[in-house]
Nanobody, 123 residues
Framework: QVRLVESGGGLVQAGGSLRLACVAS????????MAWFRQAPGLEREFVAA????????EYPDSVKGRCSISREDAENTVYLQMNSLKPEDTAVYYC????????????????WGRGTQVTVSS
């Protein structure tokens, strides 16, 4: 069982930046592909970013491409999501997720989830 804990959310003005962190309890994080998803009230959970176990491949949807960057520091069992040029429509609870080895853009493919961190972007 891998436990994931997100942090770094908060209230920021439009155009600002935030860096989210996800710390894993398992020191074999290097075997997992990691991803960030987000969910706004009344909407489905949507894909934000993913990174392969090797760190070589990353994926982003068009809605955040160029504004978000996912990275991993396996020695610290931590995955980061750097978000720049934030918009009010980025407001959501952001979740960290893990699955073995290969990344996926589907939330249904992830085995482990954190409880989320709230990001609120004011206009």
């Amino acid at each position: 069982q891998v436990r994931l804990v997100e942090s770094g959310g908060g209230l920021v003005q439009a155009g600002g930046s935030l860096r989210l962190a996800c710390v894993a309890s398992d020191d074999t994080l290097r075997n997992y592909a990691m991803a960030w998803f987000r969910q706004a009230p009344g909407l489905e959970r949507e894909f934000v970013a993913a990174i392969r176990w090797s760190g070589v491949i990353t994926e982003y949807p068009d809605s955040v491409k160029g504004r978000c960057s996912i990275s991993r520091e396996d020695a610290e069992n931590t995955v980061y999501l750097q978000m720049n040029s934030l918009k009010p429509e980025d407001t959501a609870v952001y979740y960290c997720a893990a699955r073995l080895f290969i990344e996926s853009m589907s939330r249904h493919d992830y085995m482990y989830w954190g409880r989320g961190t709230q990001v609120t972007v004011s206009s």
